[in-house]
């Protein structure tokens, strides 16, 4: 049998997949929250991981009843989580050593991040930015996760079907969107949250385990 080829890109979620961000978000939230008098719980999380600080911000002006206004809200996150990001960021387990392989098989990489362009823009300079043909933040496209919105924007600036390509994520809301799209799913969920079941979802407990052939058995076509 031929050997299965890789697929034509891989997408990366950032917080929670690539980095080791997902937690310096929930922090963050946290922390507002107490001072909202709305400990978190996780009953919250579906409204928090894998969120954009906007819809956070919503959140916890809905929770809360503060008298302080979703902007106001979502800016104080934003600072928060950028100061967090700024001096925390690590990568997440087999993370470098997967992109490192996705480039020396000429295989393009794009990151798709529901973070703000700062944000990104923080980790890009620790991980570096070379690994990305595209980088995609929360300001780039109309809608972000779990709308497909970003997914099917870095298959358009790679020129790629998204059913051609795969997406990492690691949270439901993230798993969400990039089914939307119509790509094939590697999950390595970073929290406790349950990803949904999904034919096109494969589950991973790390990225140590991710490599090529796995990654091309994902978009093959049945019977390959």
């Not at 009843?65 to 800016?75: F, V």
């Not at 600072?79 to 001096?87: E, Q, R």
């Not at 494969?202 to 978009?219: P, Q, R």
């Amino acid at each position: 049998m031929p050997e299965t080829p890789p697929p034509a890109a891989v997408l990366f979620d950032m917080d929670g997949t690539l980095v080791d961000t997902e937690q310096l978000w929930w922090q963050a939230a946290a922390e507002l929250a107490d001072e909202l008098h709305h400990p978190l719980t996780d009953t919250d999380a579906p409204e928090v991981l894998g969120r954009a600080i906007e819809h956070t911000a919503a959140h916890l002006h809905r929770v809360s009843g503060t008298s302080l206004t979703e902007a106001e809200l979502a800016t104080r996150l934003g600072d928060s989580f950028a100061g967090k990001v700024a001096a925390e960021t690590v990568p997440r387990p087999g993370a470098l050593t997967l992109l490192a392989s996705l480039r020396d098989a000429r295989v393009p990489t794009a990151l798709v991040s529901a973070s703000p362009r700062r944000v990104v823009d923080m980790v890009l300079g620790t991980i570096g930015r070379d690994w990305f043909a595209v980088t995609l933040a929360a300001e780039d496209t109309p809608r972000t996760k779990p709308a497909p919105d970003p997914y099917l924007a870095a298959a358009a600036r790679l020129g790629l079907d998204p059913a051609s390509c795969v997406a990492v994520e690691d949270t439901p809301t993230g798993v969400a969107s990039a089914t939307a799209a119509g790509c094939a799913v590697l999950a390595v969920p970073s929290s406790d949250v349950p990803i949904p079941d999904d034919a096109r979802v494969t589950l991973l407990d790390s990225l140590e385990h991710a490599d090529l052939a796995l990654l091309g058995k994902l978009t093959a076509a049945p019977g390959v």
